[in-house]
Each structure stands twice: as structure tokens, then as C-alpha cells.
């Protein structure tokens, strides 16, 4: 889940945080992607809109073991 598209459909960081349960400032230091384990209750509120995809974490997460290899491995 597009940490944009979450914002996007609840309105603000705020609304987010709140249905997250989390703090605001927290979804301030997001990255791209909104975190795992906010996606699920966030895909839930929306009632069908937003959507968790496993596969999308998965890849990511096979992507930043990658580049960290790639990156230990030139030096």
C-alpha cells in the first residue's frame, strides 16, 4: 500500500495515524510504502479501497536484501 494513496483517501496524516494507531509523526517518517504491519487495519477502514498486497512487501523487502548485497559485495 502507496503511503500516498492512504493519505489520499483518509484525508490526512492524522486520520491516518489515528486509524492506524499510531502517532501522526510517524507517518511523517514513512517512506513510499506505508509499514506492514498499518496496512492491514488501513485496507480494513477503507472499506475495500485501499488494498494490502503481501507480494508488494515481499518484493520489497527481497529488493533492499539485493541492493545490501550488491552494495557489501563492491566494497
Known amino acids: 500500500m502507496l503511503k500516498s494513496a492512504a493519505i489520499n483517501h483518509f484525508g490526512t496524516n492524522t486520520r491516518v495515524a ?18 506492514e504491519r498499518c496496512a492491514q487495519r488501513l485496507a480494513d477502514a477503507s472499506d475495500g479501497v485501499l488494498s494490502y498486497d503481501k ?14 548485497q550488491t552494495s557489501t559485495q563492491g566494497v
Open 55 to 68: 507480494d508488494i512487501y515481499d518484493q520489497h523487502r527481497k529488493a533492499k536484501r539485493l541492493a545490501k
Open 18 to 35: 489515528a486509524i492506524a494507531g499510531i502517532d501522526p509523526s510517524a507517518v511523517s517518517q514513512w517512506k513510499e510504502l506505508v509499514p
